[in-house]
Structures are given as structure tokens and as C-alpha cells.
């Protein structure tokens, strides 16, 4: 595989995922393999050497995947309390 086609699946795998920080991530790679075959590796050895497209997405993904928040309801005695308070307080 070239450094174009892992780029390329890499932004489709990306975009599959739903990735919402895409080209930050393409460009990372892009840039780190361009260092690494400018310290003297070959280009497919780095690619070898990286996860593949796929492997990446997904762990992004689970990675920055939301969490559910959960709210809490108000309890019984705290909504009657906070309704004495609002009655009582406010202006006749």
C-alpha cells in the first residue's frame, strides 16, 4: 500500500466512523510518514509498520465517543419545597 491509498482509506474510514476531527488526523499521518521516509525508511515499511486505516477510525472514535449524560430527576420533597419557596417569595 502507497502513502496515497493509506490516506485515502484512512479519510474514508474516518469519515465511516464519524470522526468529527478528520483532517487533523490525516494531516498527522500524512506529516508522520513523510518524517519517517525522510529519516531513511522506506514507505512501506512504514506503512507496514502503522495500524490500518480502519484500526485508527475506530479507536478514534471510541476514543472521543460522548458520553450519555444522565440527568437526575428532582425528588418529591425538593419540588414541593422549591414551589413554597417560589409562591411565597414572589410578589401579590
Known sequence: MTKNDFIKDLAAALTSYGVSDAANTIDYYDELIDDRIEGGETEAAVIASLETPHQIASQLADQFQPT????????????????????LGSPL
Do not use: A
Open 68 to 87: 450519555q449524560v444522565q440527568h437526575k430527576r428532582m425528588s418529591p420533597v425538593l419540588l414541593v419545597t422549591l414551589v413554597v419557596l417560589l409562591v
